[in-house]
């Protein structure tokens, strides 16, 4: 009898460990997930004991870690897509992780603290999900419009595809600045990886 009972804990026990296990291992929803990286970025912004510059080198490791970059760089090829070669395809890449993470850090620095509010959750079936949201900044009398175009990722809960603030869409205005930089350049995308290289130094 006592030995039917000793077991029947030992089972209790590691059922609820494994229920302990999978509450802690649940991916965040997208409005959580959001929120966080929101809260990180404006936590970086209201560090009023960091330099601009290193408010824009934390900045980029939030870019680098969240956003989905292979996705990003081979959708602002457009049509060029087809002309990437395996060869210059990881140089590629890494110039888009670069371009990006520098170029919006360096946007957003200039940005005070404020606080995020999610505003709406759309899903989109195999093209991921919506999330709105609207950021208030201290000392600014007008929140911004941020939405967050995400992808759910095989590493993390999510990834980000595109954001979209104040109605522009930033991976999409790229994508436009970029095939017609191609379109004038052969649809040479070693032509166009020199010219991201040199806008970053």
């Known amino acids: 009898m006592a030995k039917i009972i000793f077991t029947k804990v030992l089972i209790l026990?590691?059922?609820?460990?494994?229920?302990s296990n999978n509450l802690v291992a649940s991916p965040k929803n997208p409005s959580q997930w959001v929120e966080d990286i929101s809260d990180q970025t404006l936590t970086i912004l209201g560090n009023d004991k960091i330099s601009s510059d290193e408010k824009a080198?934390?900045?980029?490791k939030i870019?680098?870690?969240n956003l989905d970059i292979k996705r990003i760089s081979l959708f602002i090829l457009g049509p060029y897509r087809k002309n990437l070669k395996s060869t210059e395809s990881s140089k590629y890449f890494n110039a888009i992780k670069n371009?990006?993470?520098?170029?919006?850090?360096?946007?957003?620095?200039?940005?005070?603290?404020?606080?995020v509010i999610v505003t709406k959750v759309e899903e989109?079936?195999?093209?991921?999900?919506?999330?709105?949201?609207?950021?208030?900044?201290n000392d600014r009398p007008n929140p911004i419009s941020i939405d967050w175009w995400i992808l759910e990722s095989s590493v993390?809960?999510?990834?980000?595809?595109?954001?979209?603030i104040s109605g522009i869409w930033m991976a999409q205005e790229q994508r436009?600045?970029?095939?017609?930089?191609?379109?004038?350049?052969?649809?040479?995308i070693a032509n166009l990886i020199n010219k991201i290289e040199l806008q970053i130094k």
């Open 156 to 164: 993390s809960d999510y990834k980000v595809f595109d954001i979209r």
């Open 13 to 19: 026990i590691a059922l609820i460990f494994i229920q």
């Open 99 to 115: 371009f990006i993470s520098k170029v919006y850090a360096k946007r957003l620095s200039s940005y005070p603290s404020g606080n």
């Open 124 to 137: 989109k079936g195999r093209r991921g999900i919506i999330v709105s949201s609207l950021v208030n900044f």
């Open 176 to 188: 436009s600045t970029f095939t017609s930089f191609l379109s004038k350049n052969n649809g040479e």
């Open 57 to 60: 080198e934390n900045l980029e």
């Open 63 to 65: 870019f680098i870690e």
